[in-house]
């Protein structure tokens, strides 16, 4: 982790993103530390919302106490007193959306944020999520297997100037073009919730069309998505020093 972040923030990596949930506040400790000499040349992003129990239960919890909760457990994690990009994780159909924004508008208030994002909102849900804040960006799934975000949610962040980044931009693998059409993933891998990987028939198209790609399709699959209207960033996850490299050449030519 110390390598790659060093290789990714020495070619020009600024923005980073992570959550609470991801390995229980483990990536955002790693993060902190790592990151700690250089805190105030980068743009750190994390999330809120999500939250889990001893048996490592995950839950929904938007309400303003949860919120006032995981801002300080993350503060601490990432070794800084403000977070630049402070998003909701997912919606919580329990707590009252304004609620949840006007406690994001309090914390911003106060300094402790920078800016309001949401994660993996519909349009409808984004527009009413605009009635209460000032939201900066949306987070949402969007690769070139799954556009659905293209369909409205992409025009309503051009139309109001919010920015968009793209999270699963290789569809969790398959358009790295690693896959063989037999794969099968095991009840312990994340992806047997993906759809593209639960059907057998859109499984094979889909490796079949990143079969189809310019060598490396990886670098295609990025650069498309770096060519689209109002993309401001690509999350992409990197564990080999060449996949740094070779992922920033190919956002830098879409």
Known sequence: ADELMGLAYDNGINFFDTAPVYGFGRSEERLGEILSGVRHQVIL???????WD??????????SDAL????????????????????????DRRT????????????????IIRHIGVCNFTAELLTEARQYSDITSVQCLYNMLQQDAAKDLLPCCREHGLGVLCYSPLAQGILGGKFRDDFKPGKHDIRHLNPLFKN??????????SQSLPEP??????????????VSSILVSMTRPEHVLENIKAIDTP
């Open 96 to 111: 009252p959306l304004q609620e949840t924004m006007e406690t994001l508008n309090s914390l911003k208030a106060q300094g």
């Open 217 to 230: 399709p990886a670098a295609a699959a990025l650069g498309f998505l770096a060519g689209q209207a109002g």
């Open 68 to 91: 006032h909760s995981d801002i300080h457990a993350s503060l601490a994690r990432l070794k800084t007193d403000y977070i630049d990009l402070y998003q909701i994780h997912w919606p």
């Open 45 to 51: 992003a994390t999330k809120c919302g999500l939250r």
């Open 54 to 63: 001893n048996r490592g239960r995950v839950f929904h919890d938007l309400s």
């Open 200 to 209: 057998t028939k859109r499984f094979r198209d889909a490796v079949a069309f």
